[in-house]
């Protein structure tokens, strides 16, 4: 079982910036990769990011690639998600996830349907022009 808590959502201008905070518990938490999926309104969820537990890469859906930024201390079990330079079509619920790490970095690299195991509350950010 793993447990997962966002934290840091709001609301910022275009162009702004905000970090995300999702901190992971739980007795399997050291055998899960960490990422990122948003879902904005009348849309279907989307992958955003996760961080590879093996060997520190960090894979992103390519919307978000060179805007936004994953980071992650493996000493506290958190992910970051730095997102920079945002535009109003990042108004979305973010959610943290958690999985087996070669299944979230397959979903999010082939952008497949998130069939993930863990998921957080998610945390509203909304961006206005």
């Known amino acids: 079982e793993v447990q997962l808590v966002e934290s840091g959502g709001g609301s910022v201008q275009a162009g702004g910036s905000l970090t995300l905070s999702c901190v992971a518990s739980?007795?399997?938490?050291?055998?899960?990769?960490l990422g990122w999926f948003r879902q904005a309104p009348g849309k279907e969820r989307e992958g955003v990011g996760c961080?590879?537990?093996?060997?520190?890469?960090?894979y992103y859906t390519p919307s978000v690639k060179g805007r936004f930024t994953i980071s992650s201390d493996d000493a506290k079990k958190t992910i970051y998600l730095h997102m920079n330079n945002r535009k109003p079509e990042d108004t979305a619920v973010y959610y943290c996830?958690?999985?087996?790490?070669?299944?979230?970095?397959?979903?999010?690299?082939?952008?497949?349907?998130?069939?993930?195991?863990?998921w957080g509350q998610g945390t509203q950010v909304s961006v206005s022009s």
């Open positions: 996830v958690a999985d087996r790490p070669m299944h979230l970095i397959h979903t999010i690299v082939v952008g497949t349907s998130p069939n993930l195991r863990y």
């Open positions: 961080t590879s537990p093996m060997d520190g890469n960090k």
């Open positions: 739980g007795p399997n938490s050291d055998d899960v990769a």
